[in-house]
């Protein structure tokens, strides 16, 4: 992201229009005071024609600081309401900057510019989604415990019937049913659990395949088919699991969005000189002129319904910090495909994976 000390001459609420969600990132030091700002300070509208560098953050509103909320996530919630509509304003969030150390040495603060009717709906949604994650974890291990007792029983059951019997065929689909279910809790764990980057050798095509199995239910439901097309023989590939799973469940889970009507979501590999990941959607695609934009920091189309704008970001942050690259390309009224593109691991060390 740019970072600068400067803007232009003029900046005024008027010159923003009434429903659009901006944002900034503005770093500080221990005691407050603006060290550096993004070039989209000067998209927020704030009552300011001078520099925010120097200046106490607090000091770069017109409004007087309305509430301070801090979560079970550490984060630092503080809302400055507009003089002339209390519920519309600008929201902050504030996190440590910590050194190697562990001590703070100052903060980042992400200023946005809020439009809704409730300040606090996206606080409030970061917040539900932190307990949800906890929440699933603790979720996860109750259910195994029951459904090992139910695994152990239908095996005892099934060594009491004869071959063949219509009875003992029975059982064998509800074992399966089970195992299925202990996959998808085995998934969700893996999905909520939060945890330090660890590389290791990866099955591309397994890991695709085992998310298809959890999405699939929830995009069924919303008419959206998901096809696999694993390339045969694959190689490994040196990756953080569960930072590649992120990856693939925010690229799917974008494609949902866009198809509101459904459609057809494709997972394909293909080998040469890198392995590559392909997710293509049959949506309504990505017009040029946002195409341009899809992978900076904080722009979203999906004002008003939650998106971030940090999605796709971090998806290609990601990547990058595992030697790959993620790439879009999209045609209007035909769809959009993400390619994911990683470096196969060396001959001796596959054998090792």
Same mark, same amino acid.
């Given at each position: ?11 005024s ?23 550096s ?27 007087p ?20 509509d ?15 150390? !562990? ?18 709906? #996206?606080m ?31 095996? $005892? ?5 004869p ?6 065929e ?12 202990? #996959? ?23 890991? $695709? ?29 040196w ?23 459904? !459609? ?12 590559? $990941? #392909? ?5 309504p695609? $990505? ?11 904080f722009?979203?189309?999906?004002? !008003? ?49």
């Open positions: 992201m740019e970072m600068s000390g400067t803007l232009p001459a003029e900046s609420i008027a010159k923003i229009p009434v429903g659009c969600s901006t944002a900034a990132l503005l770093t500080t030091d221990v005691a407050g005071y603006v060290t700002c993004s070039s989209t300070f000067q998209d927020l509208g704030i009552g300011t024609s001078k520099s925010p560098i120097s200046k106490h953050w607090e000091t770069l509103f017109d409004s600081l309305e509430s301070q909320v801090e979560g079970e996530s550490g984060v630092q919630w503080f809302f400055f309401p507009f003089p002339d209390p519920k519309r304003g600008f929201r902050v969030s504030r996190y440590p900057m910590v050194d190697e150390d !562990g001590s703070e040495d100052g903060f980042y603060l992400v200023v946005e510019r809020r439009e809704s009717t409730d300040a606090n709906d #996206r409030l949604y970061y917040e539900k989604m932190f307990s949800l994650g906890e929440a699933s974890s603790h979720v996860a291990h109750e259910i195994n415990n029951p459904l090992s007792v139910i695994s152990g029983w239908l095996q $005892i059951l099934q060594l009491e019937k071959k063949g019997s219509e009875e003992l029975t059982l064998g689909l509800m074992q399966q049913e089970v195992a299925r279910i202990a #996959r998808i809790v085995k998934n969700l764990l893996s999905f909520a659990r939060r945890q330090p980057s660890e590389f290791r050798f990866v099955d591309i095509n397994a890991m $695709i395949s085992e998310l298809i199995e959890f999405i699939g239910n929830q995009f069924r439901n919303e008419n959206i088919t998901v096809i696999a097309a694993p390339s045969i023989d694959l190689p490994f590939v990756v953080d699991p569960n930072q590649l799973r992120q990856v693939l469940w925010n690229l799917a889970n974008n494609a949902r969005q866009a198809m509101k009507d459904g !459609g057809q979501l494709f997972f394909s590999t293909h080998t040469g000189d890198d392995v590559e $990941i #392909r997710v293509r959607d049959t949506g695609g $990505i017009p040029e002129e946002t195409m341009a934009r899809i992978f900076e920091p722009f979203t189309t999906k004002q !008003g319904s939650g998106g971030t704008g940090l999605g796709l970001s971090v998806s290609r942050g990601i990547i990058d910090s595992m030697g790959g690259r993620l790439e879009a390309e999209s045609t209007p009224a035909v769809g959009t495909t993400f390619t994911i593109s990683l470096p196969i691991a060396k001959a001796e060390q596959n054998a090792n994976g």
